[in-house]
């Protein structure tokens, strides 16, 4: 049984990567890489955010857009691997996925709110410019750690 699930943009992200070379291959790589994630006018409340500056860093779930229409295979070659070696799409990080979700641990270092637009500004993003983002939340050291 195929269950279809919707999931709208809550927001995108401005980044200094335009394409998909040169992205670090994880967040937190490159502590320089800024990025701010725009939410859309539905999700710029402020109420929205509230109590978000707290936090450090923030999970950011998103579509990776711009390999969609390429799809994916049930196997792949990770560059970390040396691309050589065949892994499962589920044993590996590929952004060729049957869903094209990807997960993101990102610095929170300001949150902007006011005038009906809310940003979230960011560091250590591995993220495409204009990537939609589909949701945000809060890392929690004693949660989110081994």
Known sequence: MTT????VPLGYVSSCYREKF??????????EARAILTLLPAYSGAELV???????????IFRFHATEA??????????RLGGQVRVGVF????????????????RLDRV???????RLHLSGADLLDGTPVLD????LPYADSL
């Open 22 to 31: 040169g992205i670090p291959r994880q967040p937190g790589l490159v502590t």
């Open 112 to 118: 902007e709110s006011g005038e009906g637009v809310t």
């Open 70 to 79: 390429q799809g994916w295979h049930s196997t792949v070659r990770p560059p």
């Open 136 to 139: 945000i939340k809060p890392y």
């Open 91 to 106: 044993a590996s990080r590929s952004m060729f996925r049957p869903n094209p979700l990807g997960l993101s641990v990102v």
């Open 50 to 60: 509230r109590g978000l500056e707290g936090f450090s860093h923030v999970w950011l």
């Open 4 to 7: 279809a699930l919707e999931c």
